[in-house]
């Protein structure tokens, strides 16, 4: 199912970015277009222009050379000594020729029969269109030659007209299916920003998209047009919007199923542990009520009643199980504390290092047991805390049980208990030179029912309560604990308890 909806994302991912990249590749086709193309036409207007320019200018001077040459030949009419009806005949006919149409003939054939006279009539032809044509191209080449010389000398303000290009690039860009809002600038050859619709510096953005404008102009004459899209990424992820709500329910899935399976996986470790827990329980409950039952059976015995000395050491074993059991007991009622909301607590002003000797001198005759001893350094100037009496000797007496729990077998168990003041607080470590405990399970020692097992579960006795339990008064009392721990050196436990004022 996760190596599923893995796939399933990353295929979705993968879909995304292509179309993304289909989708800009589109865009920067068609914005390269629609500047080509803005340039282009640029030209022809301009090449237009000069053209209409070109054939007014002739006209004129046409129409002045022929006023010039009818004012010479009226003066000349004018200065003749012929009669005046000669004059006007004169001025009619000069008239009648510059306003006469002349039509030429579509065949022209010379004087002449035959074949002959045919084909010297078609090269004739042929000769005055050639002539013609060669006269016309040159008048061509002269227009375009001054256009060129033109253009090369005017300023670029003087050529553009800025509310044009800005509809010519908005109509083009149209056609090519962008609809969007754009930038843009003019720049000339000298990199001076000619005109600009925006008041940010195209230096400072992406995907600036350049056209030369008027490219048949000289290597040193080229001016720029570049344009800058805002909304560009906006306008390319749009293209795959319907896609998101798919990718973000894919997610949610992948995150509800992940979040699931580590729920399942969490209850089924905490079952297992719960399982060792009642078999532990079981373990620990069933060897005292045995005892206890073994011996209460032995008190039934006429014989024993009659002798002191074995039934008071029948008696002894009957009150040390049933101190053993009620102590069990306790521990099992530990449990019941994690699942209230808050421990009530009784606080009241303690000394920790007397309270601390106290728990040791109970505690040294089980230490001698297992042939280890308790070394004590109080420190502590100030060691004074609130704190709950009952609660805070359990979390001394649990550290001390479970250093000898996991004594090393073959070497006496050396405890430590320190205390020392730092930063108006008051430290108290508990070290020991027991089996130590590895990185990977120092960071669980702390949770309800874990136990690092040694390879049997039942060789080290215990619930797996103690040190969440300890870590829980702690807390309750705005402390901290923490651990530091080697294999087969030892482990730490450092509390740190803020000391009252006095």
């Known amino acids: 199912m996760v190596l599923t909806f893995v796939t399933l994302l990353g295929l979705q991912i993968d879909y995304i970015n292509v179309m993304v990249k289909m989708r800009n590749e589109q865009f920067n086709e068609a914005v390269t277009r629609s500047l080509y193309q803005v340039s282009k036409t640029l030209e022809y207007e ?27 030949k009226y003066l000349d009419i004018q200065n003749n000594n012929n009669p005046f009806v000669e004059q006007n005949r004169q001025i009619q006919l000069i008239t009648d020729s510059l306003n006469q149409k002349v039509v030429s003939p579509k065949v022209y054939i010379s004087s002449g029969h035959g074949v002959n006279s045919i084909l010297h009539t078609s090269r004739e032809l042929q000769d005055v269109l050639k002539g013609r044509y060669l006269y016309e191209k040159a008048l061509l080449d002269e227009v375009i030659l001054n256009i060129l010389y033109q253009s090369g000398t005017r300023r670029l303000e003087n050529r553009l007209d800025m509310k044009g290009l800005n509809d010519m690039l908005k109509s083009e860009l149209q056609n090519n299916g962008l609809n969007l809002f754009f930038e843009y600038e003019v720049v000339d050859n000298d990199k001076r920003v000619i005109y600009r619709n925006s008041v940010e510096d195209f230096d400072q953005q992406d995907d600036v998209y350049t056209q030369i404008l008027f490219p048949n102009d000289t290597p040193l004459k080229l001016n720029l047009l570049r344009v800058h899209f805002p909304t560009k990424q906006s306008y390319i992820y749009s293209s795959v919007r319907f896609m998101i709500p798919s990718f973000i329910f894919t997610f949610i899935l992948l995150i509800t199923f992940g979040f699931t399976t580590y729920i399942i996986y969490r209850q089924k470790r905490v079952s297992e542990m719960r399982n060792d827990f009642i078999n532990n329980m079981t373990h620990e409950f069933k060897t005292p009520l045995s005892t206890i039952s073994l011996a209460a059976q032995m ?190 050196i030892g482990t730490k436990f450092i509390i740190t308890l803020q000391i009252t004022k006095n």
């Open 46 to 72: 301009e090449t237009r222009q000069y053209l209409e320019e070109d054939v007014v200018e002739t006209a004129e001077i046409v129409h002045k050379y022929n006023f010039a040459k009818l004012s010479e």
């Open 299 to 488: 008190l039934k015995d006429p014989a024993v009643t009659k002798n002191p000395t074995l039934f008071q050491h029948i008696s002894g074993v009957i009150m040390d199980e049933t101190k053993r059991l009620s102590f069990q007991v306790e521990k099992v009622l530990q449990m019941s504390l994690f699942d209230r909301q808050k421990v009530v607590l009784k606080f009241k002003e303690l000394d920790m290092n007397a309270l601390i000797v106290d728990v040791i001198d109970k505690f040294k005759l089980k230490a001698e047991k297992y042939g280890g001893s308790i070394e004590c350094n109080l420190n502590a100037d100030n060691a004074y805390v609130m704190a709950d009496e009952m609660h805070i000797t359990n979390v001394v007496f649990n550290l001390l049980d479970n250093a000898v729990k996991y004594a090393k077998p073959n070497e006496p168990l050396l405890l430590t208990v320190t205390t020392w003041n730092e930063a108006n607080k008051l430290n108290i470590s508990v070290m020991d030179n027991g089996i130590g405990i590895r990185k990977e399970n120092l960071k669980k020692i702390f949770e309800r029912f874990y136990r690092v097992h040694t390879g049997n579960v039942h060789d080290v006795k215990g619930f797996g309560l103690g040190l969440a339990y300890v870590k829980k008064i702690i807390e309750d009392h705005n402390g901290t604990i923490s651990a530091n721990s080697e294999p087969n």
